[in-house]
């Protein structure tokens, strides 16, 4: 049986995000930005619905008096990409129960 994959992730830039983000804990828009290789306003925009969705928690603060914007993966985050992932898992039936 196949599980319903989350539309929140399945978005290529915002799984992108959930991706680097499950690696490296937190990280800087403008490193998203540069990993992501999309816009300023597409990157704000997913990280916009992710942080909606209670994936993410985006911090606003000022680094020699320039914006600086770091966002952390959330417990909630963490969960939701492992169920996808095994969600994807089924699909291409790499599950040990499905293989």
Same mark, same amino acid.
């Given at each position: 049986?196949?599980?319903?994959?989350?539309?929140?992730?399945?978005?290529?830039?915002?799984?992108?995000?959930?991706?680097?983000?499950?690696?490296?804990k937190h990280a800087q828009f403008n490193d998203l930005l540069k990993e992501t290789q999309t816009t300023q306003g597409n990157l704000?925009?997913?990280? $916009? =619905?992710?942080? *909606?969705?209670g994936y993410v928690q985006i911090q606003k603060t000022f680094k020699n008096n320039y914006p600086l914007t770091i966002i952390h993966i959330s417990e909630t985050? $963490? =969960?939701?990409? *492992?169920?996808?992932?095994?969600?994807?898992?089924?699909?291409?039936?790499?599950?040990?129960?499905?293989t």
């Open positions: 049986m196949f599980n319903e994959l989350d539309p929140i992730l399945n978005s290529p830039v915002r799984l992108a995000v959930m991706s680097i983000l499950l690696t490296v704000s925009h997913q990280l $916009k =619905k992710l942080q *909606e969705a985050g $963490k =969960k939701a990409f *492992e169920v996808y992932v095994e969600n994807i898992k089924t699909y291409l039936h790499l599950n040990e129960n499905n």
